[in-house]
């Protein structure tokens, strides 16, 4: 399978580590997970390190319990001087059962240099068909 430049696919099970006292992902943990596949979907597309510069419009769509999978999806949809929009979608299923979508978030992301200051992003690709 070939993944376009700036979009990425991470799976991960769902343990009693990263549960909250109802059994169920604790929503620190999701944004932790959400916050990495941005981090490298947004690498990705840069060519560069970058940082988190902001998280909007997060939504816990429904609650993970333990012994899930949980596949989230990122992907590039736009890129800018020196930063990129990332969209971050997580689907979680068991065995039998088919995926829900139960996260969903927007990341801004900064291409930075070695000493952590904006850089403009060059030699990017923007695949339109995954915006």
């Not at 909250?20 to 690498?43: C, D, E, I, P, V």
């Not at 560069?48 to 899930?68: C, N």
Request: with cysteine; aromatic share 6%.
């Amino acid at each position: 399978m070939i993944t376009p430049t700036g979009t990425i696919e991470l799976t991960e099970i769902v343990f009693p580590a990263e549960a909250n006292h109802y059994g169920t992902l604790f929503g620190g943990n999701a944004l932790q997970l959400m916050a990495k596949a941005a981090f490298l979907a947004a690498r990705g597309a840069a060519a560069r390190d970058v940082v988190m510069a902001g998280v909007t419009d997060v939504r816990f769509l429904a609650p993970v319990p333990v012994g899930h999978v949980l596949t989230l999806r990122a992907w590039v949809t736009r890129i800018g001087r020196s930063s990129l929009t990332v969209c971050v979608t997580g689907l979680a299923a068991t065995l039998g059962s088919p995926p829900e979508e139960v996260l969903k978030g927007i990341f801004e992301m900064v291409a930075v240099d070695g000493k952590g200051r904006p850089v403009p992003i060059t030699n990017a690709y923007l695949n339109q068909e995954t915006a």
